[in-house]
């Protein structure tokens, strides 16, 4: 089975300021690991997604995420935080093989300081 | 044009009352889904159908049963509501459910609460 750990409910950092935003995973098979992001008020919306190859994915927004194996991570990083990038952060996995269902983290709401 | 809508987007109810969530999806994809998120932002999977066939269902009371008239219409039907029923209920689509890096297409949710 599948499981996400997401380190923190609620990061804040200042406008320019690095982001970071940490998720562990569980995984028995090869995962897929996907960055989702929500605004208030809205749906879900994909960031960035690790199916093979390439550890270092980028996504939108000047959002990046690295897989280690070693370290069962999956972190999100920003080198620049803006206003509209606050929002909630989920980290989900998936099973390579087999699994049909999407399991998410718990969250984290990334706030902005001026 | 939306991609997945879902209505209504809030819906305030009583205790026992029957209740329906709509959704459609403009996409033409294959795959709709329902997800519960609780007070805590934990989002989880209830069900999800395929061309109308239900391949997740997950341990979720049978007071709760999906509809799924055609491949672009998923809707939630919830037999006496309980207060443990409020949360935000999202519904989402894609094409292949067989193909495991797919994106979920989101709908805006479903805010219910139970009083």
């Known amino acids: 089975a599948q499981s996400v750990t997401q380190l923190g409910s609620h990061v804040s950092v200042s406008e320019g300021a690095l982001v970071l935003l940490r998720c562990n995973y569980s995984?028995?098979?090869?995962?897929?690991l996907f960055w989702y992001v929500q605004y208030p008020n809205q749906g879900l919306q994909l960031l960035l997604k690790?199916?093979?190859?390439?550890?270092l994915v980028k996504g939108i927004n000047g959002f990046e995420a690295e897989f280690k194996k070693s370290e069962t991570s999956f972190h999100l990083t920003k080198p620049s935080a803006h206003m509209s990038d606050a929002a909630e952060y989920f980290c989900?996995?998936?099973?390579?093989?087999?699994?049909?269902?999407?399991?998410f983290g718990q969250g984290t709401r990334l706030t902005i300081n001026p | 044009d939306t991609a997945v809508s879902q209505t209504p987007k809030y819906l305030v109810t009583q205790m026992g009352n029957d209740k329906s969530i709509k959704c459609e999806q403009n996409?033409?994809?294959?795959?709709m889904y329902w997800y519960k998120q609780d007070s805590k932002k934990f989002l989880k999977i209830m069900f999800s159908?395929?061309?109308?066939?239900?391949?997740i269902n997950e341990t979720v009371p049978n007071r709760f049963s999906p509809k799924s008239p055609d491949k672009a219409h998923l809707n939630l039907h919830i037999n006496s509501l309980e207060l443990g029923d409020s949360a935000v209920y999202f519904c989402?689509?894609?094409?292949?459910?067989?193909?495991?890096?797919?994106?979920?297409?989101f709908g805006s949710g479903t805010q219910l609460s139970v009083l």
């Open positions: 989402a689509s894609s094409q292949d459910p067989g193909v495991p890096n797919e994106k979920l297409f």
């Open positions: 996409l033409g994809h294959d795959t």
């Open positions: 995984s028995s098979v090869p995962p897929y």
């Open positions: 989900a996995v998936r099973a390579s093989q087999g699994a049909q269902k999407l399991v």
């Open positions: 159908y395929n061309n109308k066939e239900l391949i």
């Open positions: 690790y199916t093979t190859g390439a550890t």
